[in-house]
């Protein structure tokens, strides 16, 4: 009981955690509104807001706020951030415009008569544009604020 207490207490731990279900669970009442709900954006990548920003926000946030902006521990945070949200803009991204064109290729070579490069269809949504990130962010930064001042 003691370890649960503990971990549901650490706002290391709670302030990323709380952001995370928040963007999360916007994202689907986002998709929901604007094309219908698709359980499949429950647990998929991608779409607006970021999740994983809102999570590194809020971490790197949490982290400053409780250790020092010259802690390694803030150091740590924000690097890991910054790479996090990184690869969601720029790495991730791209594999989501591939997908797309690829996608795309698929339809035109069936409409062809021809063979789709694949039967599976390639995933759509896996990366973020920089509104999804500056959003999570947002959240983030809203998320940390609010456990930081939760008294235990």
């Known amino acids: ?28 009442v986002i998709d929901s509104v604007r094309s219908g709900f698709c359980k499949e954006r429950i647990v998929g990548g991608g779409g607006m807001p970021s999740s994983h920003a809102a999570l590194v926000t809020a971490l790197v946030c949490i982290v400053v706020a409780l ?24 790495v991730r991204f791209e594999t989501q415009r591939q997908g797309r ?3 795309n290729l698929n339809e035109e070579r069936s ?3 021809k063979q789709p490069l694949d039967v599976v269809k390639f995933r759509e949504k896996v990366g973020h544009t920089i509104p999804e ?13 609010i456990v930081y001042h939760i008294q235990f």
């Open 101 to 103: 064109a690829l996608n």
């Open 67 to 90: 250790k020092g902006a010259d802690s390694f521990e803030f150091a740590i945070a924000l690097f890991f951030g910054l790479t996090a949200m990184y690869d969601s803009r720029r």
């Open 133 to 145: 990130l500056l959003l999570g962010a947002v959240i983030g930064v809203i998320c940390s604020i």
């Open 1 to 28: 009981m003691n370890i649960i207490l503990g971990i549901i207490t650490n706002k290391f731990f709670l302030a990323p955690m709380v952001s995370w279900i928040v963007a999360y669970l916007l994202k689907v």
């Open 111 to 113: 409409e062809e008569g």
